[in-house]
């Protein structure tokens, strides 16, 4: 926690005063172009990885970079889904997955998750998006795929750890082919 707290001091020392005006500006409005999802991994951080400053990006961090489908519950995904597109007017939204994810990891090897009942309600939510895969060896989570970030059957193309980001169709080279959602 000491860590932290030096971290606050020395931002508040030497970072804010110069970027004072830009946040008295941000304080007063954000307009982001984009919306950023990815998951809540602490690998994974956004602004370093693409160099943003403040108010470049809305961000939405869950595990697995999951969002729930529309109008299924309410919750902080949802919302903020919602609030960028309506109120921000993102233009673009990305999701970005990365190498190695526990979450995907679970939803392929299917472990057992009686002791994380809400984790696995969550991991559900990817379930049905198997079935729109479109080659026989990306449908299934228990297809023989492996775990590396290039057999991912996830989201996009992996870039390797990092930087973890998404931005194409996937690539399945088990297959060989682009998989369209």
Request: hydrophobic fraction near 35%; include cysteine; proline fraction near 11%.
């Amino acid at each position: 926690m000491q860590r932290l707290l030096d971290g606050y001091r020395k931002f508040r020392r030497e970072v804010f005063p110069g970027m004072k005006d830009q946040f008295h500006l941000l304080a007063e409005l954000q307009k982001p172009d984009i919306l950023f999802i990815t998951c809540a991994d602490s690998r994974v951080v956004p602004d370093l990885i693409l160099q943003t400053e403040p108010g470049d990006m809305f961000l939405c961090r869950t595990a697995g970079n999951i969002g729930p489908p529309h109008g299924t519950m309410p919750g902080g995904v949802s919302a903020t889904i919602e609030y960028a597109v309506e109120v921000l007017h993102v233009r673009h939204i990305i999701v970005c997955g990365h190498s190695d994810c526990g979450a995907l990891k679970a939803v392929i090897d299917k472990p057992d998750l009686s002791r994380l009942p809400l984790t696995a309600k969550w991991l559900g939510y990817i379930e049905p998006a198997w079935k729109h895969l479109r080659l026989p060896c990306c449908r299934r989570p228990s297809a023989q795929l492996g775990t590396s970030a290039a057999d991912s059957p996830t989201h996009g193309t992996f870039v390797p750890f990092p930087p973890p980001l998404t931005t194409h169709l996937p690539q399945t080279p088990k297959c060989g082919k682009s998989v369209k959602p």
